[in-house]
């Protein structure tokens, strides 16, 4: 299963990557709202922070509104999926809970 990562903290970026490899996802990274607007998919779930360098994290859900989307953002006020800073649990729970069909393994329930 794919797994696009968007968010301009490269740190936070590595560290989700690594939790979502362990768990069997094929995850690929951009900065950018521009570099991931130039990636292709199709993307099993799209993980995206709100303020990205060039744009609105919530731009890419519009693009792709077939894509389960988990939206990330540290800021107040905001009223996203994930709340910065996150445990490893809690993003597998939010992408879990984007894609209810599949199990921890990234096999489809029947």
Do not use: C
Not at 85 to 106: C, H, I, K, N, T
């Amino acid at each position: 299963m794919n797994i696009l990562i968007v968010d301009d903290e490269p740190q936070l970026a590595r560290l989700m990557r690594e939790v979502l490899i362990r768990d069997g996802w094929a995850v690929t990274i951009a900065s950018s709202l521009l570099e991931a607007k130039q990636l292709d998919g199709p993307f099993d779930v799209i993980v995206a922070d709100v303020r990205l360098p060039n744009g609105d994290g919530r731009h890419l859900k519009e693009l792709h509104p077939e894509t389960p989307f988990v939206m990330v953002s540290g800021f107040p006020g905001e009223e996203p999926d994930l709340h910065k800073p996150f445990s490893p649990m809690e993003l597998r729970g939010a992408v879990y809970a984007a894609v209810p069909q599949m199990d921890r393994r990234g096999v489809m329930r029947e």
